[in-house]
């Protein structure tokens, strides 16, 4: 990639954060960009693009770039895992979208454990496993995939095995099993998507995904879920509040 093109895309990303120019706005095209910093048409285009993989611009063919209208969703660890939350009725969602739409399309069947998700809940291999797999869609954009797997023992034929799992969702269940998540530990790596992947999130070519692994633990230290999500990286922020 050209200096150039970095520095145009640099020049135009801080328009944008500065509120210059606001969602919805169309981005200067290759013939301006072209005029204003003497490079050729495909340096312009390299830097549109630039912006349009970062998740600021989405590109409308025939028609222009233009600064991208989804607000990004801020996704605060602690404040979504929070007990208060769940045991409250609060799904673990309200932390991150409020009152913006939401549609989820949930999956929930029984099957063996894989290998890693069965060595993560301490079981034995091919041991079943309660699967919840779940897309989310905010605003009419697809932002996440999530699947969860629950020991099958101790989940099967209750709510969580359920669609609907009620009030406060899974980890409310959880607790009224005996089987409180107390801690978690999460993981998290950025990555490129698979071509499945991409068309499920209907990301533009080049965008990256989040990949987050989260283990829920009971106060026995028991994992009781494991949950391996995939986050749709230009849709959003994530925070992480640590205290020493």
Known sequence: MPETARQIADDLRALIESGELTP???????????????????TANQALKLLVNEGLAVARPGSGTYVRQFRPIRRVANDRLAKARWSAGQSIWSAD??????????QVYEAEAPHQVSRCLNMDPGAPVVIRSRKFVVEGRPVQMATSYLPAELVRGTAIAQEDTGPGGSYARLAELGAEPVRFS?????????EDERAALGLVAGTPVVEICRIAYTAEDRPVEVNQMLLDAGSYVLEYRLSS
């Not at 919805?24 to 910093?37: H, I």
């Not at 979208?97 to 949930?106: E, K, N, S, W, Y």
């Not at 999460?186 to 698979?194: D, F, I, Q, T």
């Open 24 to 42: 919805g706005d169309r981005l200067p095209g290759e013939p301006s960009l072209v005029r204003k910093y003497g490079v050729a048409k495909m």
């Open 97 to 106: 979208v409020a009152q913006r739409p939401l549609v989820t399309d949930v």
């Open 186 to 194: 999460e993981e998290l790596r950025a990555r490129m998507p698979s």
